[in-house]
């Protein structure tokens, strides 16, 4: 078979039956890639938060104590606080990010409530060093609120521990709106 005719077959025959074959596999890959990469859970924020499709998109209704944390690898204390989780009977998925602003953003954690690591629990954001206990109650009452917080980093939360020391601390719900309310307040010991 001469080059000119290998070619003229390619053309004729074996293109028009690739192509189309090759174009389904491309989209097919391309269609699977973009689900498998994102590896975040729907929130409840982002539930609360988006304007469209808003009654399909509600907090998950599973009764497990399931635990996706977003955290920088820099911090340490973030892990002391994945394995008080863990004591607790929650599962933890564990996301280590250089990022984590952008976590915080896309959750719409607010500013002012922000804290070093940010985890998603059956829908509901929870920011910072909030208590196993705190959390195990707002999925039991199940708030029309977008998470909960304890802002900054005291000392004596679950992951701060540091001897006898406990600084007073409060757990702050927050809604779709950014108003907040104290979920649950504790004393701090010297």
Not at 7 to 33: D, E, H, S
Not at 41 to 47: G, I, R, Y
Not at 94 to 103: A, K, L, N, Q, W
Not at 104 to 119: E, G, I, M
Request: proline residues 7%.
């Amino acid at each position: 078979m001469s080059h000119k005719q290998l070619i003229y077959c390619w053309q004729k025959w074996l293109l028009p039956i690739l192509m189309p074959a090759t174009v389904q596999i491309v989209v097919l890959t391309l269609g699977v890639l973009s689900i498998l990469g994102s590896t975040a859970p729907m929130s409840h924020a982002q539930a609360v938060f988006s304007t469209r499709h808003i009654q399909q998109q509600t907090p998950s209704k599973s009764t497990g104590l399931n635990a996706t944390v977003y955290h920088s690898p820099d911090c340490n204390c973030c892990g002391g606080w994945i394995e008080h989780l863990k004591t607790q009977g929650f599962k933890i998925t564990d996301f280590s990010t250089p990022d984590i602003e952008t976590v915080k953003q896309k959750y719409n954690v607010p500013d002012n409530l922000s804290s070093c690591h940010t985890a998603i629990v059956n829908g509901y954001v929870i920011e910072g060093h909030v208590p196993a206990d705190d959390i195990k109650r707002l999925l039991q009452e199940k708030p029309n609120v977008v998470g909960l917080s304890v802002p900054q980093m005291p000392v004596g939360t679950p992951g701060m521990e540091m001897g006898n020391r406990k600084d007073p601390f409060s757990v702050l719900s927050f809604d779709r709106n950014n108003s907040v309310a104290v979920f649950n307040k504790y004393p701090g010991e010297s």
